[in-house]
């Protein structure tokens, strides 16, 4: 079974500075990588998608993440946050499989402040 | 290109009832899946629904049920409301071969 880790539930930062959300997975075979944003009141929006190949993924408004597959993590960045980026942070595995189902990590919320 | 909508946006009912959510892809995606967002629960996989069939279902009582319509459209019915059903719902789909979701805006179920 696949399991997600988001290792920490809050991420404070201050306005153009430069973030990381940490995302580990535990699975037994191949998977499918992605983070989603969800602004309040609102639905998952898809920041980027590791499937195959470089393991540097861009995505958009400014994110990016490395897939790593030795220490089972995906990591998202960005190297400086406006306000605008606050917002709840969803990493997520979908294994290689038939099984159709994304196992989601439980989200860290991240405070840009001015 | 229109994303995904539900309908309604909220939902109120009192213990005991049934709600129907509903859900309608993106345009060309033949894959709809289910997701429960409760306070402090995370995103827990419901159902996933391909071309009218159920593929895979999460780990809830067999009184979440629902269905995919010809025009790749779904429906989540939930029979005998619980308090702790009370939750956001959200809808995603998916295209062919495509692994990504694209999510809804999702349904707010309140139950009192």
């Known amino acids: 079974a696949q399991s997600v880790t988001q290792l920490d539930s809050q991420v404070p930062v201050f306005e153009e500075a430069p973030v990381e959300l940490r995302c580990n997975y535990s699975?037994?075979?191949?998977?499918?990588l992605f983070w989603y944003v969800q602004y309040p009141n609102q639905g998952l929006q898809l920041l980027l998608k590791?499937?195959?190949?470089?393991?540097l993924v861009k995505g958009i408004n400014g994110f990016e993440a490395e897939f790593n597959k030795s220490q089972t993590s995906f990591h998202l960045r960005k190297p400086s946050v406006h306000i605008s980026d606050t917002a709840e942070y969803f990493c997520?595995?979908?294994?290689?499989?038939?099984?159709?189902?994304?196992?989601f990590g439980d989200g860290t919320t991240l405070t840009v402040k001015p | 290109e229109a994303g995904v909508t539900q309908s309604p946006t909220h939902l109120i009912k009192t213990r005991g009832q049934q709600a129907t959510l509903r859900c309608s892809p993106i345009?060309?995606?033949?894959?709809v899946y289910w997701y429960q967002q409760a306070l402090g629960l995370g995103l827990q996989f419901l159902l996933w629904?391909?071309?009218?069939?159920?593929?895979n279902r999460g780990n809830f009582p067999p009184r979440f049920s629902g269905r995919q319509f010809p025009n790749y459209s779904s429906e989540l019915n939930v029979n005998a409301l619980e308090l702790e059903d009370s939750a956001l719902y959200l809808c995603a789909s998916g295209g062919q071969g495509r692994y990504e979701q694209y999510f809804g805006p999702g349904t707010r179920l309140t139950v009192t």
């Open positions: 699975s037994s075979v191949s998977v499918y």
């Open positions: 997520a595995v979908r294994e290689n499989t038939n099984a159709g189902k994304s196992t």
């Open positions: 345009s060309g995606h033949t894959s």
């Open positions: 590791y499937l195959s190949g470089s393991t």
């Open positions: 629904y391909d071309e009218g069939e159920e593929r």
